[in-house]
T-cell receptor, first 108, second 114 residues
Framework: KNEVEQSPQNLTAQEGEFITINCSYS?????LHWLQQHPGGGIVSLFM???GKKKHGRLIATINIQEKHSSLHITASHPRDSAVYIC??????????FGTGTSLTVIP | DTEVTQTPKHLVMGMTNKKSLKCEQH?????MYWYKQKAKKPPELMFV???????INESVPSRFSPECPNSSLLNLHLHALQPEDSALYLC?????????????FGPGTRLLVL
């Protein structure tokens, strides 16, 4: 069983749609990270959460520590949001446990 | 400056070659990481340096040899690689290597072993 499960694996949306990506984990963590990886490789850190909810522009991330679950929401999706989104809980030693990623395509 | 730089961007090497990947950051971070990423897979941790000392080696074959000459620089020396080592190699850094730190990733070096 994977320590980090993400769903869906692939997602296609129309521009403007509200998008939700879910992450469940089984490991003990000190924080949970949401990362974005565009084709070509570079990874950008979107959020680091240890409780509650954070918002940055059109992106919202939530975490429920008791249920070991986190969600990433994108409001008013845009083609430039097309990327792979990776959930990565981290240990007290800052070791990341990477999810398998959700590949998002937003169609104009 | 929140940038991690990696050189080269692309590298093609034969199985008998020796080459090095370089990673640099000037954020004052004291933890640096090497990851390997195969296509359509998540990154896999290879090595972690904390305060210029190797703190984690995830059972990586000895044909990969990391080096941290100073707190800003991380190298990965490659020797006698196999075709299955072809991948994207990512470097990252964080403040101290403790829990709850953001990791800043470089753009990666795409390696092809022939």
């Amino acid at each position: 069983k994977n320590e980090v499960e993400q769903s869906p694996q692939n997602l296609t949306a129309q521009e403007g749609e509200f998008i939700t990506i879910n992450c469940s984990y089984s490991v003990g963590i000190s924080a949970l990270h949401w990362l974005q990886q565009h084709p070509g490789g570079g990874i950008v850190s979107l959020f680091m959460l240890s409780s509650g909810k954070k918002k940055h522009g059109r992106l919202i991330a939530t975490i429920n520590i008791q249920e070991k679950h986190s969600s990433l929401h994108i409001t008013a999706s845009h083609p430039r949001d097309s990327a792979v989104y990776i959930c990565a809980p981290s240990s007290t030693g800052n070791q990341f446990y990477f999810g398998t990623g959700t590949s998002l395509t937003v169609i104009p | 400056d929140t940038e991690v730089t990696q050189t080269p961007k692309h590298l093609v090497m034969g199985m008998t070659n020796k080459k090095s990947l370089k990673c640099e950051q000037h954020m004052g971070h004291r933890a640096m990481y090497w990851y390997k990423q195969k296509a359509k897979k998540p990154p896999e941790l290879m090595f972690v340096y904390s305060y210029e000392k190797l703190s984690i080696n995830e059972s990586v074959p000895s044909r990969f040899s990391p080096e941290c000459p100073n707190s800003s620089l991380l190298n990965l020396h490659l020797h006698a690689l196999q075709p299955e080592d072809s991948a994207l190699y990512l470097c990252a850094s964080s403040a101290k290597g403790g829990g709850g730190e953001t990791q800043y990733f470089g753009p990666g070096t795409r390696l092809l072993v022939l």
